[in-house]
């Protein structure tokens, strides 16, 4: 499934959605976010003002792979994927941003071009923050030091992503996908709101969908997880975490 299916410029105010980009808005989403949280009122102000909104549909891009590092985004409402894309066209999931985080932050550091391409899965709603208008704030050592942090942990998450899709077994991937998502996201115990559609799933676990979807089916008939739509029980954790400690056999 291809995630990045156009690219729409535009931005339109749609009807139906929850996220109202005025400035008294954009001001709200830059206090709650990772990044400018805490920062004083006139700088959170001067951001809202020179920032601007963008509405999304699914499949509509942020920015990609090479594009000019001019700007970074901030998801007010919604999920951006980072893909990478291999030359046959496949697609590779490497991380994501929701509501309140930011992507592309390297931009704000000179970077001269993205390194991935940003889409929006599902309708998403983003704030546009160019270089040039943060080139003062980027001075100040506080907030320098948390683009860097965020950066960092980004770096790290990519990392361990790759180290998973080399190193490891589809099982094994896909085990440590979901104690990851458990500790991170789990709706309770036991319960892992999955991705919006099974081929997402596979373009972050470097797999195809039939073969993800055998396993998931064979995990379910040993009693392992049970589904209910995009929502997944699991049964027994350690197990699962059996699984997530084997790597891939390679002679």
Known sequence: MELATRHASRTV???????????????ALLARSELFAGLPAPVL???????HGRYLDSGELVFRNNDPADFAALVAEGAVYAILYGPDGRELIVDMAGSGQAIGEAALLGASVHHFTAVAVGMATVLLLRRVHLARLLTEPQFLNRVLLLLAARVSRTAKALETMCLYSLESRLARYLLDAAERDGR?????????TQG????MLNASRPKLNALLQGWQRAGLISRERNVLYVHDFEQLRRKACAPERRF
Do not use: H, K, N, Y
Not at 13 to 27: F, H, K, M, P, Q
Not at 188 to 196: D, N, R, S, T, Y
Not at 200 to 203: D, Y
């Open 13 to 27: 105010v749609r009807s139906g959605r929850s996220t109202v980009l005025d400035a008294e808005g954009r001001r």
């Open 45 to 51: 102000d001067d951001l809202a003002e020179r920032s």
């Open 188 to 196: 309770g115990v036991g319960q892992i709101q999955l991705p919006p």
């Open 200 to 203: 997402i799933l596979a373009s």
